[in-house]
């Protein structure tokens, strides 16, 4: 279902930098944003090749406060499918998620109750596929994220080279690979990525068997 490189990325440790704190009472609670996991399935898998859809959304409740702004609740299920790169295998996900709306006008409050909880839903049905998509987060008993921000291979936090980059690594990109920034590395990603190890070695990269990726430091591309 899922290539060598995705299975590479999915089994990584989350990157800190992502994770968001916010108080509810006096628990401090981590989360992902919801567009930092959508842009993370869009590097992941590909912006062709997952998608989701509302399977229910429905109001649970409806108030006002002491301050007589409204208070709605939605509720929302929400189905996810992942394709391979052929589009010839899929897998489904689904989960349920909540959302609030306070505001001072009722379609306001409806607004933000129902893109919250369809938000909610999208990033729990998400979670099932591993840590880069929270996973983590929702185990108190461990802490799956990377102690160290600066060490190999923090994903999502990828950007294709610039044209103005110091080296040229057309080459590479002629080969059908990707040379990309993680945290504070170069790496590279691809297809049938060993088959060209000679090439990209012989532009500087090295082969990390931990996380099973070509990576080169940042300081090396500057130098």
């Not at 992942?82 to 689904?94: S, Y």
């Amino acid at each position: 279902m899922f290539n060598d490189n995705q299975i590479a990325i999915l089994n990584q440790e989350l990157d800190g930098n992502r994770v968001k704190t916010r108080e509810k009472g006096n628990i401090n609670l981590s989360y992902l944003e919801g567009f930092d996991v959508i842009e993370t399935a869009n590097k992941i898998f590909g912006y062709g090749n997952w998608s989701y859809s509302i399977t229910k959304l429905e109001q649970v409740s409806q108030e006002q406060n002491q301050n007589q702004n409204f208070v709605v609740c939605y509720k929302a299920i929400v189905n996810v499918i992942v394709h391979d790169n052929g589009h010839l295998k899929q897998i489904h996900r689904e989960d349920v998620g909540t959302g609030t709306g306070i505001a001072k006008t009722l379609a306001d409050a409806h607004e933000g109750a129902s893109k919250e909880a369809v938000t909610d839903a999208l990033k729990r049905a998400l979670r099932t596929l591993g840590n880069q998509f929270g996973l983590s987060l929702y185990d108190k008993t461990k802490n799956h994220q990377s102690a160290n921000n600066n060490k190999h291979y923090n994903q999502p936090q990828n950007q294709p080279m610039q044209n103005n980059t110091p080296q040229d690594y057309s080459q590479l990109t002629n080969l059908g690979l990707t040379v990309m920034h993680q945290g504070q590395n170069l790496v590279v990603i691809g297809e049938n990525i060993f088959e060209k190890k000679n090439t990209i070695k012989a532009h500087g990269f090295r082969w990390d068997g931990a996380s099973k990726t070509w990576y080169k430091p940042l300081a090396q591309q500057a130098a």
